[in-house]
C-alpha cells in the first residue's frame, strides 16, 4: 500500500511536470490540445492545469482558434514568474545576465578582472548579484536560482578542482554562495555552458552533434552528443585545450608543454604580438587598419585553431563545431585560415556534413548556457 501510494505520487509529479513541460515548449496552446498529444485525459490535464495557474507558472488568454466547437482558452508559459542569474567569469571579465524563464536578458553587469584572485572575483560576483537583485522587476518566485561558468574543472559536485588560468584549485564556489543567498547554485565549465547556451538559443539549435570551441585566454571544448551535454564520469570532459599539438613544444599554465591552447588561444596571441599591445580588441583595430603584422598572426592562430579541430574533428565526427567566446570577435580574420586548414588536413569523410560556424551569441553564450541550467532545474522542481 505503501509502495503504491508512493508510486502515485511519483507519477502525478511525472504528469505534472510533463504538462507544464509541454506549455512552455509549444505555448500557445489549449487544454484539449495537451490532452491529445499527452495521452493523459482532460480531467487529469484540467486538475495540473489550475494547479500551475495557481502556482502562477502559467497563465491563461483567451479564447483562441476554434477548430468547431467551443473556441478554446489558450496556456501560456509565465516566463516572468521568477528570473535566473547567470554568471561568466572569463580570466579577464566577469560578465552577469539576469533572464526571465525564457533566456531573455533583461539587465547585464560587465566587469574587467585584471585580479584573479577567488577573493576579488568573488566580491566582484556579489556586488553584480546584488545589484541585479536590486534592479529586478517583481515576481512570485524571485531569483530562482544562480548559474555561474568557470574556465576550469569542476565536478558534478560544483567544487572548482582546477582553473589553472585564474590559478584557483579546490574552490568551493558553490557552497560560498548558497549560504550567501540561499537560492540553488549550479558551477560548470564555462565550455560547456557555452556550448548549451549555442545549442538552446544561438548557432546550434538545429543540430544534434555539436562541438562548442571556446576560445578565450584558455581553450575548452562542450561537447553536445545526440542533443545532450556529454560530461563523461566525472564532469571532466572536453579539456582539449590540454591536448598536445607539439610534444617538445611551449610550456602551458597546466604544467605541461605543446598544449594546443599554448598556440592556439588569446593568450598565445597576445604573446606572439608586440610587447605594446596588450588586447585583442587592439589588434582587432590593427588589423581593421590592414596592418600586416596583425594579420598574419591572427592568420596563425587560425591555422593552429584549424590544427587543433582537425583531430577533434576526426574523433567526434560531429554535425557542427561552433567557435566562441573571445576570439569569435576576430571571425573576419580567423575564418579563412581555420577553413583552410581544416580543408587540407581533415579527412574528406567528415566534411561533406560539417557545418562550421561562429557562436551567435557572442559573448553571451556561457552567461546563458548556465541561465538555463538554471531554469531547468527550477522547472523540473
Ligand atoms: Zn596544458
Not at 124 to 149: A, N, T
Not at 195 to 211: H, K, P
Not at 283 to 290: S, T, V
Request: charge should be negative.
Amino acid at each position: 500500500m505503501g509502495t503504491k501510494t508512493w508510486n502515485q505520487q511519483v507519477v502525478k509529479k511525472n504528469n505534472k511536470a510533463l504538462v507544464f513541460q509541454m506549455i512552455i515548449e509549444k505555448e500557445p496552446i489549449s487544454r484539449a490540445d495537451i490532452a491529445q498529444i499527452s495521452g493523459l485525459n482532460k480531467t487529469t490535464v484540467s486538475t495540473f492545469v489550475t494547479e500551475l495557474i495557481e502556482e502562477d507558472l502559467i497563465f491563461e488568454s483567451g479564447p483562441g482558434v476554434s477548430s468547431g466547437g467551443r473556441r478554446p482558452v489558450i496556456l501560456h508559459f509565465n516566463k516572468n514568474a521568477g528570473f535566473a542569474i547567470g554568471i561568466d567569469i572569463g580570466v579577464n571579465y566577469v560578465l552577469s545576465v539576469l533572464t526571465d524563464l525564457k533566456g531573455n536578458i533583461l539587465i547585464e553587469k560587465n566587469q574587467p578582472l585584471t585580479r584573479t584572485t577567488y577573493a576579488t572575483v568573488m566580491g566582484i560576483v556579489q556586488d553584480m548579484i546584488q545589484s541585479l537583485m536590486d534592479e529586478m522587476p517583481k515576481s512570485r518566485y524571485g531569483i530562482v536560482g544562480i548559474g555561474v561558468g568557470v574556465p576550469g574543472i569542476v565536478n558534478n559536485e560544483g567544487t572548482i578542482l582546477l582553473a589553472p588560468n585564474l590559478g584557483w584549485s579546490n574552490i568551493q564556489f558553490k557552497e560560498d554562495l548558497e549560504k550567501l543567498y540561499e537560492v540553488p547554485v549550479i558551477i560548470e565549465n564555462e565550455a560547456n555552458a557555452g556550448a548549451v547556451g549555442e545549442q538552446q538559443f544561438g548557432a546550434g539549435q538545429d543540430n544534434e552533434n555539436i562541438l562548442y570551441i571556446s576560445a578565450g585566454i584558455g581553450i575548452g571544448v562542450g561537447i553536445i552528443v545526440n542533443k545532450e551535454l556529454y560530461k563523461g564520469i566525472n564532469g571532466f570532459s572536453g579539456e582539449m585545450g590540454h591536448m598536445i599539438i607539439d610534444m617538445n613544444g611551449k610550456r602551458c599554465n597546466c604544467g605541461s608543454r605543446g598544449c594546443w591552447e599554448a598556440y592556439a588561444s588569446e593568450q598565445a596571441l597576445l604573446e606572439m604580438a608586440d610587447e605594446n599591445i596588450d588586447s585583442l580588441e587592439t589588434l582587432i583595430q590593427l588589423a581593421e587598419n590592414n596592418d600586416k603584422k596583425a594579420k598574419s598572426l591572427f592568420e596563425d592562430i587560425g591555422n593552429y585553431l584549424g590544427f587543433g579541430m582537425n583531430n577533434i574533428i576526426n574523433t567526434f565526427n560531429p554535425d557542427q563545431v561552433i567557435i566562441g567566446n573571445r576570439l569569435a570577435l576576430a571571425k573576419k580574420w580567423l575564418e579563412a585560415p581555420i577553413r583552410n586548414t581544416i580543408e587540407t588536413h581533415t579527412l574528406a569523410f567528415h566534411q561533406n556534413d560539417l557545418q562550421l560556424n561562429f557562436s551567435k551569441l557572442g559573448k553571451y553564450s556561457t552567461s546563458l548556457g548556465v541561465s538555463a541550467f538554471v531554469v531547468d532545474n527550477f522547472i523540473k522542481g
